[in-house]
């Protein structure tokens, strides 16, 4: 089984619709991350939580919000869906190995807002 | 603040020659670099990191990626290419310490041609 799984894998809403995408790890790790995938911009930071009461706005979360419900899920909600948050989103978690942490990352959620 | 920058949106080498996939980067703090490949309709996964304890870092199915700080430079490297690694390429900086916040560059594709 997957260590992080994101559902849905694809998603197609309409402009205005309040829609969620959801992340679970079996992992253990206490943080965990969302990010959108737009080609030729890479991947840009959305919100991240260093644990389950902590919850920071990332490079680009207006538009956004999300929900930590527990320590092996973090939910990312649109509140009312643009055509431009159609994207492929993200979710990692992360350990702490050391001066580093590596960032696992799910499958993606393609969302197309029409 | 810390920027990466990735020469080429898209690559194309023959079978069995070499890759090279360049990556520079902007940090006024000793930076901590990444690359991830993402395979098609696939998350990101960690091909190798910087963690200051050698130069020339090697990684997951033998590539490889030298940092070299007076070109601020951290270029992607394998001496054969194989048909399955074509996908997209991406070279990630965090800041030292445990923040957790990775930026990505735009990304690099990757195609190998038979």
């Known amino acids: 089984d997957a260590d992080v799984t994101q559902t849905p894998r694809n998603r197609i809403t309409k402009t205005g619709k309040r829609i969620m995408l959801e992340c679970s790890q079996t992992k253990g790790h206490d943080r965990m991350y969302w990010y959108r995938q737009d080609p030729g911009l890479g991947l840009r930071l959305i919100y991240y939580?260093?644990?389950?009461?902590?919850?920071n706005k990332g490079e680009i979360s207006d538009g956004y919000s999300v929900s930590r419900q527990a320590q092996a899920k973090f939910s990312l909600s649109l509140e009312s869906a643009i055509p431009n948050q159609t994207a492929l989103y993200f979710c990692?978690?992360?350990?702490?190995?050391?001066?580093?942490?590596?960032?696992?990352f799910g499958p993606g959620t393609r969302l197309l807002v029409l | 603040a810390q920027s990466v920058t990735q020469l080429g949106s898209h690559v194309s080498v023959s079978e069995g020659a070499l890759v090279l996939l360049r990556c520079n980067y902007s940090?006024?703090?000793?930076?901590?670099l990444f690359w991830y490949v993402q395979y098609p309709n696939q998350g990101l996964q960690l091909l190798l990191k910087?963690?200051?304890?050698?130069?020339l870092v090697k990684g997951i199915n033998g590539f490889e990626a030298e940092f070299k700080k007076s070109e601020t430079s951290f270029h992607l490297t394998k001496p054969s290419a194989h048909m399955s690694d074509a996908a997209e390429y991406f070279c990630a900086v965090s800041k030292s310490g445990n923040t957790g916040k990775l930026i990505f560059g735009q990304g690099t594709t990757l195609q190998v041609k038979p």
């Open positions: 910087y963690t200051s304890a050698a130069t």
């Open positions: 939580s260093f644990d389950v009461k902590d919850i």
């Open positions: 990692a978690t992360s350990d702490l190995q050391g001066p580093l942490e590596t960032q696992y």
């Open positions: 940090s006024s703090v000793p930076p901590y």
